[in-house]
């Protein structure tokens, strides 16, 4: 006998409807207003940001701030349309090793896809409830050149942008559009809220659009100076790819045709500084921690879950395995990762409230989350970045103390082999990494002189000038993982470990 279900496509008008375990708003959407604009709702804002402001909507007696979602992507069309659909409400898929739950999140007042849609972006931005425009834009979304740190005003989207201010195609062309004018019509400051991976996010988000818009307009950039503030901000919440089998279990468990569902771990976390000029909503209310200096937490977490992620990543990938759950269940694997903290965690700071042993256990527990599947695809992608921005920081730090650096170069090494594009069944992987190019000496001479990738990626070749143990650690460990295999320069590396 097949039982007929019931299946309820997400909306307005079917809200009510919902089976009743179902968390839906209970406050009025209507009332809701876009006083948040945010470039890049794609998953991570969806399951972070926007479910702080749907539990905060839920208090009566707060203003209520919604968010306007921008896609700048061409794969974000595929979500404004899903969203459009839905009158802009979406569910959010909680996994836990031994349940899942879902809830309907209406934070979202709008959605636009901007590339179709500029002039409605920037009067978005410029509305008058408008107080807050905020960034997930990646950490290569800065356009910060890796040879020199400076600003990379030959990017061809920021030429364009500074050739066709009305057409902007970067997150700067299009706050640099509302700023100006905010500026001509008097109306007033706002926040830019970084919510990137990557250290004082504030200032780099500051520096990038400073750098754009001195390229424009002197009286632009110090109106600027004087209407704008740029919080830093530490964002953590495991976010994978949304695929399929979310929509099918979405569809199969809570009977819902969610089109544009995030899935998540339960975890979330929000550290922020409190330097919002024009307001802000009370995150601290739930759950968000408000502080005069995010640095700390926002290195603890890039060095330890971040770097971690790493160090999973690359050997994860040449192994064969697809998601980071599975990595991380493998002995050997595990070891790996926690030698890597072992060895990381000297360079973060104590914190109060955090305790270290307890911040790197939790880490373990949250890769070895069964349900999520977070992929390794996923974690691999952006290598050139994550490098620089993960792993050069602790290597940097940790040479400098005189400390061993054997597993973080390790994992510099892992990745180097990682990028010859096979792994170790001969499976030709795919890598997506926008800094490839910077490579190809080293690629097209085989992966196997170390020297040759560290020269091209200059945050690695600092520290390999500053400290030849480095480059001689890396160039070992990725001759044992080319001669041995993964699983062999494992366990030398885990054996040196136990000798001391
Ligand atoms: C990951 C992050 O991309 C990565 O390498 O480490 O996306 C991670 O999942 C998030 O920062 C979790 O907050």
Request: charged content about 20%; proline content about 5%; overall charge negative.
């Amino acid at each position: 006998m097949t039982i007929e279900r019931n299946i309820l496509c997400l909306n307005n008008s079917t809200l009510r409807s919902l089976p009743p375990a179902i968390r839906r708003p209970r406050y009025d959407r209507a009332q809701t207003q876009s006083r948040m604009v945010h470039i890049g709702a794609g998953g991570f804002n969806r399951s972070h940001l926007a479910v702080y402001l749907d539990d905060l909507l839920e208090f009566k007696d707060e203003p209520r701030w919604g968010e306007l979602g921008i896609g700048l992507m061409p794969g974000d069309k595929q979500i404004h349309r899903a969203l459009l659909s839905q009158d802009w409400l979406y569910g959010v898929l909680e996994m836990d090793a031994d349940q899942a739950s879902y809830r309907i999140v209406g934070s979202l007042t709008g959605h636009l896809f901007a590339p179709e849609s500029t002039e409605a972006v920037v009067k978005g931005m410029t509305a008058p409830e408008c107080s807050i425009i905020s960034l997930t834009v990646t950490e290569g979304g800065y356009f910060f050149n890796d040879a020199s740190g400076k600003f990379d005003c030959e990017d061809p989207d920021v030429r364009h942008d500074l050739e066709h201010p009305t057409t902007p195609r970067t997150w700067m062309g299009y706050v640099a559009a509302a700023a100006e004018r905010r500026r001509l019509s008097g109306r007033g400051p706002f926040t830019l809220l970084s919510c990137d991976n990557l250290q004082h996010n504030g200032t780099a988000a500051r520096k990038a659009l400073a750098a754009f818009t001195a390229m424009r307009s002197d009286a632009l950039t110090q109106w600027i100076e004087t209407n704008v503030s740029f919080p830093s901000s530490m964002v953590d919440r495991i976010t994978p790819r949304t695929t399929d089998e979310h929509l099918a279990l979405i569809h199969d468990r809570f009977g819902i045709d969610d089109r544009s569902p995030v899935a998540c771990e339960p975890f979330r976390q929000w550290v922020l500084e409190d330097r919002f000029i024009s307001g802000r909503p009370a995150w601290e209310r739930v759950g968000a921690h408000m502080t005069a200096d995010v640095a700390p937490y926002e290195k603890t977490k890039m060095r330890l879950l971040n770097g971690g992620h790493s160090s999973l990543g690359y050997v994860g990938d040449l192994l064969g395995f697809s998601t980071i759950a599975d990595a991380a269940s493998d002995a050997q694997l595990q070891s790996l990762l926690i030698g890597y903290m072992k060895e990381a965690r000297i360079t973060v700071p104590t914190l109060p409230g955090i305790d270290l042993n307890d911040y790197t256990a939790t880490v373990v527990r949250r890769f070895s989350n069964p349900a999520i599947r977070d992929q390794v695809a996923r974690i691999c992608s952006d290598g050139c970045a994550k490098m620089d921005k993960f792993l050069a920081p602790v290597l940097a730090d940790l040479l400098a103390a005189g400390a061993s650096a054997r597993f973080a170069s390790f994992v510099v090494a892992s990745w180097l082999h990682y990028l010859r594009g096979a792994d170790e069944h001969g499976r030709q992987m795919i890598l997506s990494d926008p800094m490839l190019p910077s490579l190809s000496r080293f690629i097209v001479g085989g992966c196997a002189d170390a020297s040759l990738a560290l020269e091209a990626r200059p945050a690695l070749h600092e520290i390999a000038r500053a400290y030849p143990l480095f480059p001689a650690q890396v160039q070992a460990s990725l001759d044992r993982l080319r001669t041995g295999g993964v699983r062999q320069a494992l366990e030398w590396l885990l054996k040196q470990e136990s000798a001391g």
